[in-house]
Protein backbone atom coordinates (compact mmCIF):
# COMPACT_ATOMS: atom_id res chain seq x y z
CA UNK A 1 0.00 0.00 0.00
CA UNK A 2 1.29 3.20 -0.97
CA UNK A 3 1.74 6.07 1.60
CA UNK A 4 -1.05 8.26 -0.85
CA UNK A 5 -3.89 6.05 -0.38
CA UNK A 6 -2.49 5.43 3.49
CA UNK A 7 -3.26 8.99 4.28
CA UNK A 8 -6.46 8.56 2.66
CA UNK A 9 -7.71 5.57 4.20
CA UNK A 10 -6.29 6.73 7.45
CA UNK A 11 -8.55 9.82 6.93
CA UNK A 12 -11.59 7.84 6.47
CA UNK A 13 -10.98 5.58 9.18
CA UNK A 14 -10.32 8.46 12.00
CA UNK A 15 -13.26 10.11 10.99
CA UNK A 16 -15.46 6.99 11.33
CA UNK A 17 -17.71 5.98 14.97
CA UNK A 18 -15.72 5.12 17.81
CA UNK A 19 -16.15 1.69 18.62
CA UNK A 20 -16.97 0.68 22.50
CA UNK A 21 -13.66 1.12 23.97
CA UNK A 22 -13.92 -2.37 26.22
CA UNK A 23 -13.90 -3.95 22.63
CA UNK A 24 -10.72 -2.28 21.48
CA UNK A 25 -8.59 -4.25 19.94
CA UNK A 26 -10.50 -7.57 20.85
CA UNK A 27 -12.50 -7.73 17.44
CA UNK A 28 -8.71 -7.92 15.89
CA UNK A 29 -6.76 -11.01 14.64
CA UNK A 30 -3.49 -11.61 16.54
CA UNK A 31 -0.51 -13.33 15.51
CA UNK A 32 1.84 -14.69 17.89
CA UNK A 33 5.70 -14.83 16.57
CA UNK A 34 6.56 -18.24 15.93
CA UNK A 35 8.27 -18.58 13.01
CA UNK A 36 12.02 -19.96 13.22
CA UNK A 37 14.85 -17.07 13.54
CA UNK A 38 16.02 -15.39 10.82
CA UNK A 39 17.63 -12.62 12.23
CA UNK A 40 20.96 -11.48 13.73
CA UNK A 41 21.00 -11.45 17.61
CA UNK A 42 21.08 -8.18 19.28
CA UNK A 43 22.68 -7.33 22.59
CA UNK A 44 20.20 -9.09 24.94
CA UNK A 45 17.97 -6.50 27.22
CA UNK A 46 17.32 -7.29 30.91
CA UNK A 47 13.39 -7.70 30.97
CA UNK A 48 10.53 -5.71 32.91
CA UNK A 49 13.44 -2.85 34.23
CA UNK A 50 16.22 -5.11 35.37
CA UNK A 51 13.86 -7.15 37.65
CA UNK A 52 14.37 -10.60 35.87
CA UNK A 53 10.69 -11.20 35.58
CA UNK A 54 9.19 -12.40 32.43
CA UNK A 55 7.24 -9.28 30.51
CA UNK A 56 5.08 -9.25 27.04
CA UNK A 57 4.87 -6.50 24.71
CA UNK A 58 2.50 -5.98 23.30
CA UNK A 59 2.48 -4.72 19.40
CA UNK A 60 0.06 -3.64 16.54
CA UNK A 61 0.58 -3.25 13.38
CA UNK A 62 -0.60 -3.33 10.10
CA UNK A 63 2.61 -3.51 7.95
CA UNK A 64 2.73 -7.69 8.46
CA UNK A 65 -0.52 -7.75 5.86
CA UNK A 66 0.94 -5.60 3.56
CA UNK A 67 3.06 -8.43 1.67
CA UNK A 68 2.65 -12.09 1.01
CA UNK A 69 5.35 -12.92 3.61
CA UNK A 70 5.05 -10.00 5.86
CA UNK A 71 3.72 -12.02 8.74
CA UNK A 72 6.39 -14.98 8.39
CA UNK A 73 9.11 -12.28 7.91
CA UNK A 74 7.83 -10.02 11.15
CA UNK A 75 7.43 -13.56 12.56
CA UNK A 76 11.56 -14.36 12.39
CA UNK A 77 12.05 -10.68 13.29
CA UNK A 78 10.27 -10.66 17.08
CA UNK A 79 11.54 -14.11 17.41
CA UNK A 80 14.96 -13.28 17.52
CA UNK A 81 14.58 -10.46 19.75
CA UNK A 82 13.08 -12.74 21.83
CA UNK A 83 15.66 -14.94 21.61
CA UNK A 84 18.15 -12.56 22.81
CA UNK A 85 15.95 -11.55 25.60
CA UNK A 86 15.02 -14.50 28.08
CA UNK A 87 11.57 -14.06 29.54
CA UNK A 88 10.63 -11.70 26.89
CA UNK A 89 7.14 -12.40 24.97
CA UNK A 90 6.20 -10.71 22.03
CA UNK A 91 2.39 -10.19 21.21
CA UNK A 92 1.97 -9.02 17.61
CA UNK A 93 -1.88 -8.14 16.71
CA UNK A 94 -1.20 -8.06 12.92
CA UNK A 95 -4.66 -5.78 11.72
CA UNK A 96 -5.84 -5.02 8.15
CA UNK A 97 -4.87 -1.25 7.68
CA UNK A 98 -8.73 -0.24 7.50
CA UNK A 99 -9.31 -1.04 10.83
CA UNK A 100 -6.18 -0.32 12.11
CA UNK A 101 -6.71 3.23 13.28
CA UNK A 102 -10.25 2.67 14.56
CA UNK A 103 -8.52 0.44 16.91
CA UNK A 104 -5.47 2.52 17.76
CA UNK A 105 -7.70 5.49 17.76
CA UNK A 106 -9.83 3.95 20.82
CA UNK A 107 -6.77 2.90 22.28
CA UNK A 108 -5.49 6.44 22.52
CA UNK A 109 -9.18 7.37 24.04
CA UNK A 110 -8.92 5.21 26.53
CA UNK A 111 -4.77 5.32 26.92
CA UNK A 112 -4.51 1.70 27.00
CA UNK A 113 -3.55 -0.94 24.65
CA UNK A 114 -0.03 -1.79 23.06
CA UNK A 115 3.35 -1.19 24.09
CA UNK A 116 4.52 -0.44 20.61
CA UNK A 117 2.67 0.44 17.78
CA UNK A 118 3.18 1.19 13.95
CA UNK A 119 2.69 4.58 13.01
CA UNK A 120 2.88 7.77 10.62
CA UNK A 121 5.62 10.57 11.89
CA UNK A 122 5.25 14.46 11.22
CA UNK A 123 1.37 16.37 11.79
CA UNK A 124 0.01 12.37 12.20
CA UNK A 125 2.38 11.71 14.84
CA UNK A 126 1.62 14.88 16.63
CA UNK A 127 -2.12 14.68 16.29
CA UNK A 128 -1.61 11.71 18.83
CA UNK A 129 1.31 13.30 21.10
CA UNK A 130 -0.26 12.46 24.63
CA UNK A 131 0.02 8.65 24.23
CA UNK A 132 3.43 8.58 22.72
CA UNK A 133 6.83 8.85 24.27
CA UNK A 134 9.36 11.06 22.52
CA UNK A 135 12.62 9.03 21.20
CA UNK A 136 14.29 11.77 19.98
CA UNK A 137 16.78 11.26 23.63
CA UNK A 138 15.58 7.23 23.41
CA UNK A 139 17.45 6.20 20.09
CA UNK A 140 20.90 4.89 20.75
CA UNK A 141 23.49 7.44 18.59
CA UNK A 142 24.03 4.62 16.11
CA UNK A 143 20.33 4.09 14.92
CA UNK A 144 19.85 7.82 14.81
CA UNK A 145 22.79 8.37 13.09
CA UNK A 146 21.99 6.03 10.22
CA UNK A 147 18.35 6.57 9.86
CA UNK A 148 17.26 8.56 6.53
CA UNK A 149 14.87 11.31 6.59
CA UNK A 150 14.25 11.80 10.46
CA UNK A 151 14.26 15.34 9.67
CA UNK A 152 10.67 14.82 8.02
CA UNK A 153 9.71 12.57 10.49
CA UNK A 154 9.68 15.21 13.17
CA UNK A 155 6.34 16.07 14.26
CA UNK A 156 5.10 20.26 14.32
CA UNK A 157 5.98 20.01 18.61
CA UNK A 158 9.59 19.20 17.40
CA UNK A 159 9.28 15.86 18.92
CA UNK A 160 10.56 12.58 17.23
CA UNK A 161 7.65 10.33 18.63
CA UNK A 162 8.15 8.00 15.51
CA UNK A 163 11.69 5.94 14.43
CA UNK A 164 11.18 6.17 10.39
CA UNK A 165 11.71 2.67 8.91
CA UNK A 166 11.54 1.48 5.29
CA UNK A 167 11.69 4.01 2.39
CA UNK A 168 9.86 5.62 -0.89
CA UNK A 169 10.20 8.09 -3.27
CA UNK A 170 8.07 9.35 -6.19
CA UNK A 171 9.25 8.96 -9.36
CA UNK A 172 8.46 8.97 -13.17
CA UNK A 173 7.41 5.86 -14.70
CA UNK A 174 7.64 6.40 -18.71
CA UNK A 175 6.56 3.83 -21.51
CA UNK A 176 9.70 4.60 -23.82
CA UNK A 177 8.14 2.40 -26.44
CA UNK A 178 5.20 4.66 -26.79
CA UNK A 179 6.87 7.51 -27.03
CA UNK A 180 8.93 6.32 -29.64
CA UNK A 181 5.90 4.77 -31.67
CA UNK A 182 4.64 8.55 -31.27
CA UNK A 183 7.32 10.44 -33.19
CA UNK A 184 9.18 11.46 -29.92
CA UNK A 185 12.24 10.76 -28.36
CA UNK A 186 12.46 8.98 -25.09
CA UNK A 187 15.28 10.98 -23.93
CA UNK A 188 14.24 14.15 -24.05
CA UNK A 189 10.50 13.89 -23.92
CA UNK A 190 10.75 14.32 -19.76
CA UNK A 191 14.19 15.50 -19.41
CA UNK A 192 13.13 19.40 -17.73
CA UNK A 193 9.57 21.02 -17.27
CA UNK A 194 8.86 22.07 -20.93
CA UNK A 195 9.98 19.24 -22.37
CA UNK A 196 7.37 17.45 -19.86
CA UNK A 197 4.81 20.13 -21.29
CA UNK A 198 5.45 20.02 -25.31
CA UNK A 199 4.92 15.96 -24.42
CA UNK A 200 1.92 15.77 -22.88
CA UNK A 201 0.59 18.39 -25.86
CA UNK A 202 2.24 16.60 -28.74
CA UNK A 203 0.78 12.82 -27.18
CA UNK A 204 -2.79 14.57 -26.70
CA UNK A 205 -2.77 15.65 -30.10
CA UNK A 206 -1.89 12.41 -31.40
CA UNK A 207 -4.94 11.06 -29.30
CA UNK A 208 -2.75 9.41 -27.06
CA UNK A 209 -2.91 9.76 -23.06
CA UNK A 210 0.23 11.44 -21.53
CA UNK A 211 -0.34 10.70 -17.82
CA UNK A 212 -2.26 7.79 -16.55
CA UNK A 213 -4.26 9.84 -13.74
CA UNK A 214 -7.50 9.72 -11.70
CA UNK A 215 -9.51 12.12 -9.78
CA UNK A 216 -12.73 11.09 -8.39
CA UNK A 217 -11.07 9.88 -5.53
CA UNK A 218 -9.29 12.85 -4.96
CA UNK A 219 -5.73 11.63 -3.97
CA UNK A 220 -3.96 12.59 -7.61
CA UNK A 221 -3.37 16.27 -6.24
CA UNK A 222 -2.49 15.80 -3.20
CA UNK A 223 0.70 13.38 -4.74
CA UNK A 224 1.35 16.10 -7.14
CA UNK A 225 1.93 18.56 -4.48
CA UNK A 226 4.07 16.10 -2.41
CA UNK A 227 6.09 16.13 -5.82
CA UNK A 228 5.97 20.15 -6.79
CA UNK A 229 6.27 21.05 -2.76
CA UNK A 230 9.36 18.92 -1.81
CA UNK A 231 10.34 20.87 -5.36
CA UNK A 232 9.96 24.37 -4.57
CA UNK A 233 10.50 24.75 -0.37
CA UNK A 234 13.74 25.53 0.07
CA UNK A 235 15.86 24.77 3.51
CA UNK A 236 13.99 27.61 5.51
CA UNK A 237 10.22 26.76 3.99
CA UNK A 238 10.93 22.93 4.38
CA UNK A 239 11.94 23.49 7.89
CA UNK A 240 9.01 26.14 8.82
CA UNK A 241 6.13 23.99 6.88
CA UNK A 242 7.55 20.36 8.96
CA UNK A 243 7.13 22.42 12.60
CA UNK A 244 3.96 23.69 11.37
CA UNK A 245 4.70 27.49 10.73
CA UNK A 246 4.48 28.33 7.20
CA UNK A 247 0.82 28.17 6.14
CA UNK A 248 -0.51 26.52 3.09
CA UNK A 249 -1.65 30.18 1.65
CA UNK A 250 2.04 30.92 1.14
CA UNK A 251 3.02 31.71 -2.20
CA UNK A 252 4.28 28.72 -3.49
CA UNK A 253 1.82 26.55 -2.43
CA UNK A 254 0.09 28.02 -5.24
CA UNK A 255 3.07 27.50 -7.65
CA UNK A 256 3.37 24.38 -6.96
CA UNK A 257 -0.78 23.80 -7.88
CA UNK A 258 -0.52 25.67 -10.02
CA UNK A 259 1.90 23.71 -12.42
CA UNK A 260 -1.20 21.00 -11.84
CA UNK A 261 -3.24 23.29 -13.61
CA UNK A 262 -0.57 23.61 -16.12
CA UNK A 263 -0.28 20.24 -17.04
CA UNK A 264 -4.05 19.86 -17.70
CA UNK A 265 -3.93 22.65 -19.98
CA UNK A 266 -1.20 20.90 -22.06
CA UNK A 267 -3.53 17.70 -22.18
CA UNK A 268 -1.42 15.89 -19.45
CA UNK A 269 -5.01 14.35 -18.30
CA UNK A 270 -7.37 12.43 -20.02
CA UNK A 271 -11.41 14.23 -20.08
CA UNK A 272 -11.81 10.09 -19.10
CA UNK A 273 -9.88 10.89 -16.09
CA UNK A 274 -12.49 12.99 -13.86
CA UNK A 275 -14.56 9.84 -13.68
CA UNK A 276 -11.40 7.40 -13.01
CA UNK A 277 -9.69 6.75 -9.32
CA UNK A 278 -5.89 7.22 -9.14
CA UNK A 279 -6.36 3.65 -6.42
CA UNK A 280 -6.55 1.74 -8.95
CA UNK A 281 -7.73 3.09 -12.34
CA UNK A 282 -4.67 5.11 -13.25
CA UNK A 283 -2.37 2.17 -11.73
CA UNK A 284 -4.19 -0.09 -13.91
CA UNK A 285 -3.80 2.26 -16.87
CA UNK A 286 0.13 2.87 -17.00
CA UNK A 287 0.57 -1.13 -16.41
CA UNK A 288 -1.95 -2.06 -19.60
CA UNK A 289 0.31 0.27 -21.64
CA UNK A 290 -2.57 2.70 -22.34
CA UNK A 291 -0.80 5.89 -21.49
CA UNK A 292 2.38 6.72 -21.07
CA UNK A 293 3.52 7.92 -18.06
CA UNK A 294 2.25 8.23 -14.49
CA UNK A 295 4.00 9.78 -11.14
CA UNK A 296 4.57 6.60 -8.98
CA UNK A 297 5.49 6.08 -5.73
CA UNK A 298 6.92 1.82 -5.44
CA UNK A 299 9.13 0.50 -7.49
CA UNK A 300 7.03 -2.51 -7.57
CA UNK A 301 4.77 -0.57 -9.99
CA UNK A 302 7.28 -0.14 -12.73
CA UNK A 303 8.32 -4.19 -12.06
CA UNK A 304 4.57 -4.49 -12.79
CA UNK A 305 4.44 -2.23 -16.00
CA UNK A 306 7.36 -4.04 -17.84
CA UNK A 307 6.23 -7.28 -17.40
CA UNK A 308 2.71 -6.28 -19.05
CA UNK A 309 4.49 -3.98 -21.87
CA UNK A 310 7.63 -5.96 -22.55
CA UNK A 311 11.26 -5.97 -21.44
CA UNK A 312 13.00 -2.48 -21.90
CA UNK A 313 9.64 -0.82 -22.20
CA UNK A 314 9.58 1.37 -19.64
CA UNK A 315 11.97 4.10 -17.68
CA UNK A 316 12.44 5.09 -14.30
CA UNK A 317 13.71 8.72 -13.53
CA UNK A 318 13.35 11.38 -11.38
CA UNK A 319 10.54 13.69 -11.88
CA UNK A 320 11.18 16.81 -13.77
CA UNK A 321 12.12 20.03 -11.94
CA UNK A 322 9.47 22.73 -11.84
CA UNK A 323 10.43 26.27 -12.90
CA UNK A 324 11.87 28.11 -9.65
CA UNK A 325 13.10 25.07 -7.72
CA UNK A 326 15.94 26.56 -5.76
CA UNK A 327 17.37 22.72 -5.87
CA UNK A 328 19.23 21.33 -8.62
CA UNK A 329 17.44 17.67 -8.04
CA UNK A 330 15.76 16.41 -5.62
CA UNK A 331 12.60 14.30 -5.09
CA UNK A 332 9.94 13.62 -2.31
CA UNK A 333 11.17 10.41 -0.88
CA UNK A 334 11.05 9.77 2.93
CA UNK A 335 9.92 6.62 5.46
CA UNK A 336 7.26 4.33 4.38
CA UNK A 337 5.83 3.97 8.24
CA UNK A 338 7.51 3.54 11.57
CA UNK A 339 7.59 2.41 15.06
CA UNK A 340 6.28 4.67 18.20
CA UNK A 341 6.14 3.81 21.97
CA UNK A 342 3.24 4.33 24.02
CA UNK A 343 3.27 6.33 27.31
CA UNK A 344 1.51 3.54 28.98
CA UNK A 345 4.10 0.92 27.86
CA UNK A 346 4.97 -2.12 30.50
CA UNK A 347 8.81 -1.03 29.80
CA UNK A 348 9.76 2.10 27.77
CA UNK A 349 13.44 0.51 27.33
CA UNK A 350 12.73 -2.37 26.46
CA UNK A 351 10.11 -1.34 23.76
CA UNK A 352 12.79 1.16 22.81
CA UNK A 353 15.14 -1.78 22.59
CA UNK A 354 12.67 -3.59 20.43
CA UNK A 355 11.92 -0.85 18.20
CA UNK A 356 16.14 -0.06 17.51
CA UNK A 357 15.56 -4.33 16.44
CA UNK A 358 13.33 -3.86 14.48
CA UNK A 359 15.30 -1.00 12.38
CA UNK A 360 18.69 -3.11 13.28
CA UNK A 361 20.68 -3.80 9.40
CA UNK A 362 19.84 -7.26 10.31
CA UNK A 363 16.15 -6.84 10.40
CA UNK A 364 16.09 -4.36 7.69
CA UNK A 365 17.70 -6.79 5.21
CA UNK A 366 15.54 -9.53 6.24
CA UNK A 367 12.58 -7.08 5.11
CA UNK A 368 14.27 -6.40 2.29
CA UNK A 369 14.80 -9.76 0.88
CA UNK A 370 11.25 -11.57 1.90
CA UNK A 371 9.34 -8.51 1.39
CA UNK A 372 10.69 -5.63 -1.16
CA UNK A 373 10.84 -3.29 1.37
CA UNK A 374 13.34 -0.62 0.71
CA UNK A 375 15.64 -0.12 3.93
CA UNK A 376 15.53 3.43 5.70
CA UNK A 377 19.11 3.22 7.13
CA UNK A 378 21.62 4.74 5.04
CA UNK A 379 24.46 2.28 6.21
CA UNK A 380 22.98 -0.82 4.50
CA UNK A 381 23.27 -1.18 0.97
CA UNK A 382 20.81 -3.46 -1.10
CA UNK A 383 20.41 -4.49 -4.80
CA UNK A 384 17.54 -5.62 -6.87
CA UNK A 385 17.66 -8.42 -9.26
CA UNK A 386 15.23 -6.05 -11.59
CA UNK A 387 17.15 -3.08 -13.22
CA UNK A 388 13.96 -1.04 -12.82
CA UNK A 389 13.67 -1.67 -9.12
CA UNK A 390 17.32 -0.62 -9.00
CA UNK A 391 16.56 2.48 -10.64
CA UNK A 392 14.06 3.28 -7.78
CA UNK A 393 16.55 2.35 -5.01
CA UNK A 394 18.93 4.90 -6.49
CA UNK A 395 16.15 7.46 -6.52
CA UNK A 396 15.72 6.62 -3.05
CA UNK A 397 19.08 7.06 -2.01
CA UNK A 398 20.35 10.60 -3.48
CA UNK A 399 21.52 12.99 -0.52
CA UNK A 400 19.19 15.68 -1.32
CA UNK A 401 15.38 13.82 -0.66
CA UNK A 402 13.38 14.62 1.74
CA UNK A 403 9.47 14.92 2.31
CA UNK A 404 6.45 17.40 2.62
CA UNK A 405 4.12 14.09 3.00
CA UNK A 406 4.00 13.91 6.26
CA UNK A 407 3.63 17.89 7.30
CA UNK A 408 0.53 18.25 5.68
CA UNK A 409 -2.24 17.48 8.12
CA UNK A 410 -5.27 14.82 7.30
CA UNK A 411 -7.66 17.90 7.71
CA UNK A 412 -5.90 19.85 5.00
CA UNK A 413 -5.42 16.88 2.63
CA UNK A 414 -9.27 16.03 2.94
CA UNK A 415 -9.73 19.55 1.16
CA UNK A 416 -7.32 18.23 -1.63
CA UNK A 417 -9.23 15.06 -1.77
CA UNK A 418 -12.80 16.92 -1.87
CA UNK A 419 -11.50 19.27 -4.33
CA UNK A 420 -9.04 17.89 -6.86
CA UNK A 421 -11.53 16.70 -9.36
CA UNK A 422 -13.11 20.14 -9.33
CA UNK A 423 -9.89 22.01 -9.78
CA UNK A 424 -9.41 20.18 -12.82
CA UNK A 425 -12.66 20.36 -14.44
CA UNK A 426 -12.16 23.86 -13.74
CA UNK A 427 -15.11 24.49 -11.41
CA UNK A 428 -12.71 26.02 -8.59
CA UNK A 429 -9.93 27.41 -8.63
CA UNK A 430 -6.53 26.93 -6.38
CA UNK A 431 -6.89 29.94 -4.00
CA UNK A 432 -10.41 28.94 -2.97
CA UNK A 433 -8.99 25.25 -2.19
CA UNK A 434 -5.57 26.40 -0.57
CA UNK A 435 -7.76 29.10 2.14
CA UNK A 436 -9.65 26.52 2.89
CA UNK A 437 -7.03 23.92 3.46
CA UNK A 438 -4.88 26.11 4.83
CA UNK A 439 -7.56 27.40 7.51
CA UNK A 440 -8.06 23.36 8.20
CA UNK A 441 -4.61 23.04 8.36
CA UNK A 442 -4.48 25.40 11.32
CA UNK A 443 -7.22 24.19 13.18
CA UNK A 444 -5.46 20.88 13.43
CA UNK A 445 -2.41 22.58 14.16
CA UNK A 446 -3.67 24.07 16.94
CA UNK A 447 -5.08 20.82 18.78
CA UNK A 448 -1.70 19.91 18.49
CA UNK A 449 -0.56 23.12 20.61
CA UNK A 450 0.83 25.22 17.71
Known amino acids: ?18 AVLAACGSAEEGSDSTASNGADDQTATTPAGGSGESVTLEVWSWLPNDHENGPDTYAQIFDAFEDANPGVTIELTASPYTTFWDSW ?7 VGPDVISMYGGATAGGYASSLVPLQDLLSPETAENLRFIDSTVSPDGNLYVAPAGSYAYYLLYNAEMLSDAGLDPDQAFATWDDLLATCEALSAQGTTPFASGWS ?3 ELEGYMYIF ?4 LDDEGFESFVTGQLPLTDERFAEGMNHIVEMNEAGCFSEESLGMTMYYDAFDEVIAGEAVAFPAGGGDTAVSAEENNGEGSMVVAPFPMVPGSPHERISDAGPNQGWSVTNWAVDQDLAVALIEHILSPESQQLLWENTDLPPNRSDLAVESDHPLFDDYLGIIEHPTNRTTFMAFTDAALAIFQREASNLIAGRTSVEAILEEADAAQQRALSELGQ
Do not use: E, F, K
Not at 4 to 18: N, Q, Y
Not at 105 to 111: G, H, P, Y
Not at 229 to 232: G, K
Open 229 to 232: MTQL
Open 105 to 111: RNASIAQ
Open 1 to 18: MTNTIARGLRLLALVASI
Open 217 to 219: DGY
